[in-house]
């Protein structure tokens, strides 16, 4: 679709939504997006291309990652990255070491991600508010 987080069972949006108070999950792709520019909130991937047969993390091969550091060099007010899952934050978190902002995992998004209980996983996206004031 050509969209981030169009898998309608993935939670992105629910658990964004739980950082900047705001029910977004609701909205129609482009509101949701505004909803982010607004609470000033970027949406970017770790890996800008790579093989993949299904949709599993785990399944990722030949990947080329996107210049993380780059774009954090030419944001100065940027205050936190924080990456969706395991897999971006070993990809970023190696990508950005040393570049002084702050790194936040967060529990994946992904409806294949059952390890956790969504309060939890609300709880921790949560946290992303303290960047955002």
Do not use: C
């Amino acid at each position: 679709m050509q969209r981030y987080y169009a898998h309608p069972r993935n939670l992105f949006w629910h658990l964004i939504g739980t950082a900047i108070g705001r029910d977004i999950a609701s909205l129609d792709y482009e509101s949701r997006v505004a909803a982010l520019r607004k609470a000033r909130i970027g949406l970017w991937d770790t890996i800008a291309s790579a093989r993949r047969t299904g949709s599993l993390d785990t399944a990722i091969r030949e990947v080329e990652h996107n210049p993380l550091a780059e774009l954090v060099a030419g944001l100065p007010d940027l205050r936190a990255v924080a990456f969706n899952g395991a897999k971006a934050t070993r990809i970023g978190s190696a990508l950005l070491a040393g570049s002084g902002v702050e790194l936040a995992s967060l529990p994946s998004s992904s409806p294949a991600y059952a390890a956790m209980k969504l309060a939890d996983k609300e709880a921790i996206w949560r946290n992303l508010s303290k960047f955002l004031a």
